[in-house]
């Protein structure tokens, strides 16, 4: 069997770098050759605790060796524990699980149709989403992804979806009608950029959404579990959505997709509405509530905000010292470097070329997404790298 990075049965959907990754150690990665690589891009945003955390692997060995899957005809305890404690730090009421953000959005999306359903007939299902956002790769998630590059292809979408602007609450003033069923937004936009939600925004969201009787839904897919220094970004932002969902780091790398909803916003999702065949499986589960002890027991969250002052104070220093850098954005550990025009492409190249990987976002952003664990000391390495690989593309 090949194993040839450039001919083999892969389908070549995604644009890779030119690099096979073997193993890893907290922020550490190693490739076949044995190159190590500092890792902040965490797989975006999933390995929360790095790579091969010891109190994962002991998990899901553990876990593996007593019950992997059994499916929702039946139930487990740590199903039961992990919505509990979801439950419990997110404020809402009610955890439905999947295995990924997609789903994870895809279910919020059918829990705002129903509800609209129920409480305006078939006309209230109109939904309002952001310009510039991303939410998946599904039909539903999709339609809703206010990105044309990933629309266009794949049209017609589901109907019925509006695209507002983003931290514009006059547009959104503009769409909202009493057939909107739900406002669906990221409070830290990711992939397009690293673009935090004002708080007057999200607070005027609220306010629109309880006027017209829509929900409104947060997507912490990639900004949740953690990553903004508090477990849930619209914590820091301080506006309760109707559902929220989560994904990415809530697994520290295994698998898990959930969405949060109130009683009131799930109050017509019944059996046989939603399912999920994976969806909860007691190994995925037991990874979920490893890394809420990890969060809360064993100082993560701490550091995610001790770490990101040193980062947020570290890059500001370069961008003073090099005019490529325009802006540092984001909030805890989803950090945005702001690069000049055409620079963001060369210097992920460069840094991967001097033992960095970096992700790139949208318009010229360069995405900082380190292990929340992470130490200064690794921090400094990383800064070194990236300051020759910037003085290396000049
Ligand atoms: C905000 C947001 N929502 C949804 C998704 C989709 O998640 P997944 O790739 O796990 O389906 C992503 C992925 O990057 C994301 O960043």
């Known amino acids: 069997m090949s194993k040839?990075?450039?001919?083999?049965?892969?389908?070549?959907?995604?644009?890779?770098y030119d690099v096979v990754l073997e193993s890893g150690h907290g922020s550490w990665a190693v490739d076949v050759k044995g190159r190590e690589y500092i890792d902040f891009v965490s797989g975006i945003a999933v390995n929360c605790l790095g790579h091969s955390a010891p109190a994962l692997v002991k998990t899901i060995t553990e876990q593996a060796q007593k019950l992997i899957h059994v499916s929702n005809l039946y139930w487990t305890e740590p199903q039961i524990e992990l919505a509990d404690r979801l439950a419990e730090y997110s404020g809402l009421d009610q955890v439905f699980f999947s295995n990924s953000g997609t789903e994870s959005n895809e279910t919020a999306l059918k829990i705002a149709r129903r509800y609209g359903k129920a409480r305006g007939g078939d006309e209230k299902c109109q939904i309002i989403c952001m310009k510039e956002s991303f939410h998946g790769r599904s039909m539903g998630a999709l339609s809703v992804t206010g990105q044309?590059?990933?629309?266009?292809?794949?049209?017609?979408?589901?109907?019925?979806?509006?695209?507002?602007?983003?931290?514009?609450?006059?547009?959104?003033?503009?769409?909202?009608?009493?057939?909107?069923?739900?406002?669906?937004?990221?409070p830290v936009q990711g992939e397009s950029g690293i673009v935090p939600a004002e708080k007057d925004f999200l607070e005027g969201l609220r306010k629109l959404c309880d006027e017209f009787d829509a929900l409104l839904i947060f997507?912490?897919?990639?900004?949740?579990?953690?990553?903004?220094?508090?477990?849930?970004?619209?914590?820091?932002?301080?506006?309760?959505?109707?559902?929220?969902?989560?994904?990415?780091?809530?697994?520290?790398?295994?698998?898990?997709g959930a969405t949060m909803a109130s009683d009131k916003a799930a109050e017509f999702f019944v059996p046989g509405d939603h399912g999920c065949t994976f969806g909860g499986n007691p190994l995925a589960c037991a990874c979920g509530n490893t890394i809420l002890d990890e969060y809360f027991n064993n100082g993560v969250l701490d550091n995610v905000n001790e770490m990101s002052a040193y980062l947020f104070e570290k890059l500001n220093g370069l961008k003073d010292k090099y005019d490529e850098i325009l802006e540092i954005r984001g909030m805890g550990l989803l950090i945005g470097v702001q690069m000049a025009e055409g620079k963001k492409?060369?210097?992920?190249?460069?840094?991967?070329?001097n033992g960095l990987l970096l992700a790139g976002a949208g318009h010229e952003t360069v995405r900082f997404l380190p292990p929340l664990n992470v130490t200064a000391d690794v921090i400094d390495e990383a800064l070194n790298r990236f300051e020759k690989s910037l003085n290396e593309i000049r």
Do not use: W
């Open 4 to 16: 040839d990075t450039k001919n083999n049965h892969v389908m070549p959907v995604y644009s890779r």
């Open 148 to 186: 044309e590059k990933y629309r266009a292809p794949f049209r017609p979408l589901i109907g019925e979806i509006y695209d507002a602007e983003f931290n514009n609450l006059e547009s959104v003033k503009a769409l909202i009608n009493k057939n909107t069923c739900a406002v669906i937004l990221e």
């Open 219 to 256: 997507d912490e897919v990639q900004c949740g579990m953690g990553r903004s220094g508090k477990l849930f970004a619209y914590q820091q932002l301080g506006v309760m959505p109707d559902v929220a969902t989560t994904a990415k780091a809530l697994g520290g790398g295994f698998p898990i």
């Open 345 to 353: 492409a060369p210097l992920i190249s460069k840094a991967i070329e």
